[in-house]
């Protein structure tokens, strides 16, 4: 697939798209009984998602095999970057940074690293310290949709620069949205902490530092259903400052620091990030 082709559309999506009219539909115009619907069973797991092997990352190199770094395309106006090769530095590290950059396509440019293949059902997890610029966002999520010929589905780690002490938990299934906004006890932006979520046919949980903060309901709505990327990214926008917060330039540059992404099979199988 040609890389202008590939735009990883990511939690900035969440906030313009938001949840389908249908989920709006109330009990009484659909002519069903508020209690019975309430009662309503959880819709029975799909089958599992069989993906690559489990791999533990720490960039220490920059593993080509495993990892593409996105170069030479923007996903959209409403992002005020495009993505750029110089902004993902692998050198024990990865460190993802958004700095003015006039090129032919955006004035500011960032960083974004995505696996090669899809992946199924599994634990992800990553160690990472957020950027600190208003208006940017630090993600570690997953993802595929129309650019990969495939249905929107996605599951999100994403963290504002403009609320260092909040994580936004976010999954798309089939396009639709639900998210939960989960408050910290530190500063995202002043060290490295972990974040995980562990995506099954029956549940879907995310962890920050090892324990368990939120878990999504598939009564809501349907757990994401397709194998999808591997992403972690920062970028900003000035279209969506409603949710992101207004863009300063005057704080660029601003970098985003993961020291480790890994993917295993399940939660009891994982080999944490340290």
């Keep these: 697939m040609a890389d202008k082709t590939v735009f990883t559309v990511l939690g900035a999506m969440a906030a313009v798209v938001g949840v389908s009219a249908g989920a709006f539909i109330s009990f009484a115009s659909a002519g069903v009984n508020e209690t019975e619907a309430m009662a309503a069973p959880i819709p029975k797991p799909g089958p599992r998602l069989e993906g690559p092997g489990p791999f533990h990352e720490t960039f220490d190199s920059y593993n080509k095999k495993l990892w593409r770094i996105s170069d030479g395309w923007r996903n959209g106006d409403w992002t005020v970057n495009d993505w750029r090769r110089s902004q993902a530095k692998i050198d024990g590290e990865l460190t993802l940074k958004l700095d003015k950059n006039k090129t032919d396509i955006a004035e500011f440019s960032g960083g974004e690293i995505q696996t090669h293949k899809k992946y199924g059902h599994g634990y992800f997890e990553t160690r990472m310290q957020a950027a600190k610029a208003p208006g940017s966002v630090s993600a570690f999520f997953t993802y595929t949709g129309p650019p990969f010929k495939d ?3 996605e599951i999100d780690v994403e ?17 639709e949205k639900r998210e939960h906004i989960h408050q910290l006890p530190f500063d995202t932006t002043e060290g490295m902490h972990t974040y995980a979520f562990d995506w099954q046919p029956g549940h879907l949980r995310w962890y920050v530092d090892g324990e368990m903060v939120h878990e999504a309901s598939a009564a809501e709505l349907p757990l994401p259903r397709s194998q999808q990327k591997i992403m972690a990214s920062l970028w900003a926008s000035t279209t969506l400052d409603e949710w992101v917060g207004r863009f300063d330039p005057e704080a660029l540059p601003s970098s985003a620091k993961i020291s480790c992404i890994t993917y295993a099979k399940d939660y009891a199988s994982r080999i944490p990030c340290e």
């Design 159 to 175: 963290i504002l620069g403009n609320k260092p002490r909040e994580v936004m938990f976010t999954y798309f299934t089939d396009g």
């Design 151 to 153: 249905l929107w589905n």
